[in-house]
């Protein structure tokens, strides 16, 4: 089968793929983009778009019951999952459909629907969604194929149904008793969102605290947090078998030498995630994967292949949106600009939307400390911020990581009404080099949250 050549092909339309193909084809070059399922990838189809619409849907269950704290009564409010799903799903499909269009409306660029493999280091073969199969060669490729969820292996588990990161998102119905394998962002995020819905929820973690990123204190207030909510966690919790009950299914998990078995009515799988390169056929084209099948590149974001680049989740590292996105932005600056960018010292700011919302920058006080310096801590509850006493939303806490010179700010956890904007707050600072005395001693709005680091950077330890 003869290929069709083109300047370049990008594998994957996730949210640094898209906006490179653009980019490439508005540069005049004829390129390929290759997708297998839909355009936008995780992010608008399983990510961010439908989660944080769905959570959007929680906080509302949440602030209704809790309508009489603020003197308005409303009565019980109902959950009713068939609108929450209709609601996610068009607000996804508006975003799809859009990015699609203006794809297929692009001077210089291809859609392609199938799955990519290499044949060698300048050609792939697609098979196409609607049969058959073509192959394209270039002399830039660009692999943007991301990650799906990891699923452990456990005893018993190829005999009953589980739920993932998307398929959680098309119940119906409210679980009676949803149980999360894993204590990461997935797991935090859905497990607030399902029990503010009506489901109980218990969480299985193998290692000693939720979020294992972050520092002690930050994980201890969202276990507390959890707790208020009713939500139940169990820390340095194995899962050894699960199997069918008459209602649902039983989950023995170990800890330590005890055992114990919990039973719930659906099971999430949120134990990590797995790059998208099993079927890309890497080796045909020289480029290396690590052991976990990553793709490897230097921060350049070439990989070990002359002219084949990664970006995104499938490379490893942050697996965050705005990183893809910054991944494309790389890449145009250095092709199509001929500058010198590169991943070194990106900062990585994320945030943790459960709520209140933990927004991160920068170094956390574990990790300063593994590092060799001396950092100071400016840490303020959230119960001393008027805005959040205002609000009737005092938990968390917040947490700025101060270098021994006690001016720099080394990084931030916000974990509290607004947290994510507050961090970014804190970012534009880091970014500034603006003093934590300019902070403290600034004029802020009042009453805000931002109006709160005066206060917070008057108790540095």
């Keep these: 089968m003869a290929a069709k050549h083109y300047d370049a092909i990008v594998i994957g339309s996730g949210q640094g793929g898209n906006p490179l193909a653009g980019a490439l084809a508005g540069a005049g070059r004829k390129t390929a983009l290759i997708e297998r399922k839909h355009i936008g990838g995780t992010c608008v189809n399983e990510g961010c778009t439908p989660t944080k619409t769905m959570v959007a849907s929680a906080r509302v269950a949440y602030l209704a019951r809790r309508a009489s704290e603020f003197g308005v009564e409303i009565g019980q409010p109902r959950v009713l999952m068939q609108i929450v799903r209709q609601r996610k799903r068009y607000i996804v499909e508006q975003f799809r459909s859009a990015s699609q269009k203006h794809i297929e409306s692009t001077e210089n660029l291809e859609l392609v629907w199938g799955e990519a493999s290499f044949v060698d280091r300048k050609t792939i073969e697609v098979k196409l969604r609607d049969g058959g199969a073509r192959v394209l060669s270039a002399e830039l490729v660009f692999i943007n194929t991301g990650t799906h969820a990891t699923v452990p292996r456990i005893e018993g588990l190829d005999d009953v149904e589980f739920l993932d990161n998307a398929s959680i998102m098309e119940l119906d119905c409210v679980p009676p008793h949803l149980l999360i394998l894993g204590g990461g962002y997935v797991a935090v995020e859905f497990a607030q969102m399902f029990r503010r819905f009506g489901s109980q929820v218990s969480i299985i973690q193998c290692g000693p605290q939720m979020l294992s990123r972050e520092d002690p204190d930050i994980a201890q207030e969202i276990q507390k947090i959890f707790a208020e909510d009713g939500i139940e966690v169990h820390l340095n919790s194995k899962a050894l078998r699960i199997e069918k009950t008459g209602e649902g299914l039983a989950l023995t998990v170990a800890q330590g030498e005890r055992q114990q078995t919990l039973y719930g009515s ?29 793709i490897r590149v230097n921060v350049r974001l070439e990989t070990t292949a002359p002219g084949i680049f990664a970006l ?23 092709l199509l600009q001929g500058k010198n960018v590169s991943t070194a010292n990106r900062m990585v700011p994320y945030t943790v939307f459960m709520d209140p919302e933990l927004g991160r920058v920068g170094l956390s006080e574990s990790e300063a400390k593994r590092m060799g310096k001396k950092p100071h801590v400016a840490r303020m509850p959230m119960a001393q911020v008027a805005r959040a006493l205002e609000t009737a939303e005092t938990r968390g806490l917040m947490k700025v990581v101060v270098d021994e010179d006690r001016e720099t700010i080394l990084g931030a956890a916000i974990l509290g009404i607004q947290g994510g904007e507050i961090v970014s707050l804190l970012q534009v600072a880091m970014m500034g080099n603006v003093t934590v005395s300019r902070l403290r001693d600034a004029t802020f709005s009042h009453p805000t949250v931002a109006e709160s680091l005066n206060n917070l950077f008057n108790k540095m330890d």
């Design 266 to 294: 659906h099971l999430l799988m949120a134990t990590g995630r797995t790059p998208n390169t099993s079927d890309l056929n890497p080796s045909a084209a020289s480029v290396q994967v690590d052991e976990h099948g990553y």
């Design 312 to 334: 995104g989740d499938v490379k490893g590292g942050p697996a965050f949106t705005h990183i893809s996105y910054d991944d494309f932005r790389i890449l145009r600056s250095n």
